[in-house]
């Protein structure tokens, strides 16, 4: 089959261990004392930092992107691995630098200095010391950096830890300013990095300058959706377009469900499906005010509709019981057959685990519907990128310009001669092309397989699963079905730094819990109203007045 190309390949693993993180605020935490700077950046501000786009034709895909609405495109899909194998960068980048570069990593840490590494430093002509980190300690790694003041040259911060980094203090002390390398025209210089879509730069932007570098961004991100066993459900009579409410989702726990034989309708469905009630990730504007989610009739709709579907049975026990580490064998198996998840478990791993329980097997996705069945569908785009890297600041601007160089051969597109060899090292070497497909060796898989270049930079996210082209067909097809029932949410991809008091306030932890109790069935709607009337008085009410002087009446919505 060869080795796994989806369009998550570099971070499906990161985003199991992020969970929801796109439906977070992007939050950075700062001192509560003296005034807060709020890394905000105004709509002038930002248009005058922004790079100018200007997208790659040099690969094509066999299925090209379809625009949607709100500024949302699928990703372009690849049945085949471009043959030709296009050069999209002349020479070699680097001028003989020598930096060291912080990844976090899932996985094992290739031996320093392997072979790999010394390919790839002879690719770029530069001495990049690779150092990844442990990705389950990173979000306590770096901040012993930053206390410290010995932030690598080079490091990835993945966005949902903005938080725990304190990145809005970081942005223009410890972390280099790009504005003067890459704004407007001046990306032109490096034309990997211009054909990354605006709005993945605006996620590296904080106050009005431009810091981060966009790594696999994508015009089609959302939290995640409900999945179901296609082949299993199919011969039933069942399809997706046949569900377009949250009856006919409840009518489906009713008519699969046969506990007797262990099959269960229903895996925890509450993050990916809740947003179908129209409800947004954090906030909403009724009437020119900011509204909290929970403040919406329709978030507690929401909730009651999963009580009333884990209280009717429909729910595998271990599900209810919070028990999520067997899900996917669970799904595999056939003993739940709706299952919610990130978009992330759609890809060759998954086709490849799943057929290997069930020749027959077959990833389904419900489409977007509203959950009355009346409404308009919709649901909120998560952030362009999560995954974005730094320089530090005490780089010279040569060195800053070295690296950019860099990160443009890092992010030539899917196919080319130069993501060939950051994702799969020398031919011969690290891979041999099988049936047209760059095919791990030994060596590869011990050196290459660990996503590390990746998350300095990338191309922007594909859709390839080679050798399961019906992946990649279903994928395609699904989000070709979906792109015009995407909306921007309020402070869509705005970086915001808080006080510590307030990103607290937001987090919501009491509320949170009393929630998940009760999409289990273990509290009901009444206990997470009164969880919220708590919130509310104790921090929510401030939360809500402080994005609104200090957010939304200085910078607007960010749409």
Not at 33 to 52: C, I, S, V
Not at 101 to 120: E, H, K, R
Not at 200 to 229: D, E, H, M
Not at 531 to 544: C, E, Q, V
């Amino acid at each position: 089959m060869g080795q796994e190309l989806n369009r998550r390949k570099f971070v499906s693993t990161a985003t199991s261990v992020a969970g929801a993180a796109v439906l977070a605020p992007l939050l950075s935490a700062c001192g509560d004392g003296g005034q807060q700077r709020t890394g905000t950046n105004t709509r002038a501000g930002l248009k005058a930092a922004l790079p100018a786009y200007v997208p790659s034709t040099s690969v094509r895909p066999d299925i090209a992107s379809v625009p949607g609405s709100e500024g949302a495109a699928t990703d372009p899909a690849f049945l085949h691995y471009p043959s030709e194998q296009v050069a999209t960068v002349s020479g070699t980048p680097g001028k003989g630098g020598s930096y060291t570069a912080v990844t976090p990593l899932w996985g094992t840490v290739p031996t320093p200095g392997n072979s790999f590494y010394q390919a790839m430093n002879k690719a770029l002509g530069v001495d990049l010391t690779m150092k990844p980190a442990d990705g389950n300690n990173y979000a306590t790694i770096v901040p012993t950096m930053t206390a410290a003041k010995r932030l690598p040259d080079w490091i990835q911060l993945p966005n949902w830890w903005n938080n725990n980094f304190s990145v809005g203090q970081l942005v223009g002390t410890q972390l280099a300013d790009l504005t003067p390398y890459l704004s407007g025209d001046k990306i032109k210089k490096y034309p990997n990095l211009a054909a990354l879509p605006t709005g993945a730069w605006q996620v590296g932007a904080w106050g009005n300058k431009l810091y981060g570098i966009p790594c696999g961004p994508t015009s089609f991100v959302i939290a995640g959706t409900t999945f179901y066993r296609r082949d299993i459900l199919e011969p039933k009579g069942i399809t997706a377009d046949q569900v377009t409410s949250a009856d006919d989702m409840m009518s489906l726990g009713k008519e699969l469900t046969d506990a007797k034989r262990g099959v269960w309708a229903f895996d925890d469905v509450w993050t990916y499906l809740f947003p179908f009630w129209d409800v947004p990730p954090g906030w909403g504007i009724e009437d020119g005010k900011l509204v909290h989610k929970y403040e919406m009739p329709r978030f507690l709709e929401a909730l009651d509709w999963h009580y009333r579907l884990a209280t009717a049975g429909y729910m595998h026990p271990d599900a209810v019981a919070g028990n999520n580490a067997n899900a996917a064998t669970r799904f595999y198996a056939g003993k739940v057959l709706v299952s919610g998840g990130g978009m992330g478990a759609w890809n060759l791993s998954d086709h490849q685990n799943g057929t290997a329980a069930d020749k027959n097997y077959r990833r389904g996705a419900f489409n977007i519907f509203a959950a009355d069945g009346k409404s308009t569908p919709r649901t909120f785009m998560g952030a362009s990128t999560s995954i974005i890297s730094y320089l530090n600041a005490r780089l010279k601007p040569h060195q800053i310009e070295e690296l950019l160089a860099v990160a443009d051969y890092l992010a030539a597109p899917y196919g080319s001669r130069e993501y060939t060899m950051v994702n799969f090292g020398v031919e011969g070497v690290h891979y041999t092309m099988q049936d047209g497909v760059p095919t791990s060796t030994a060596e590869g898989r011990k050196y290459v397989q660990a996503a590390t270049y990746p998350f300095l930079a990338a191309p922007p996210a594909v859709l390839s699963n080679q050798g399961a082209d019906v992946v990649t067909k279903d994928y395609a097809a699904w989000q070709a079905a979906n792109v015009k029932r995407l909306y921007k949410p309020v402070f869509f991809n705005m970086n915001i730094s808080m006080p510590q008091a307030m990103a607290t306030a937001s987090a919501a932890q009491s509320v949170e819990d009393t929630i998940k109790d009760c999409y289990h069935g273990k509290k009901k709607v009444k206990d997470v109203q009164a969880a919220i009337a708590s919130w509310k008085s104790g921090s929510g009410d401030r939360l809500k007045r402080w994005m609104t002087e200090n957010v939304l009446d200085k910078y607007n919505t960010g749409q």
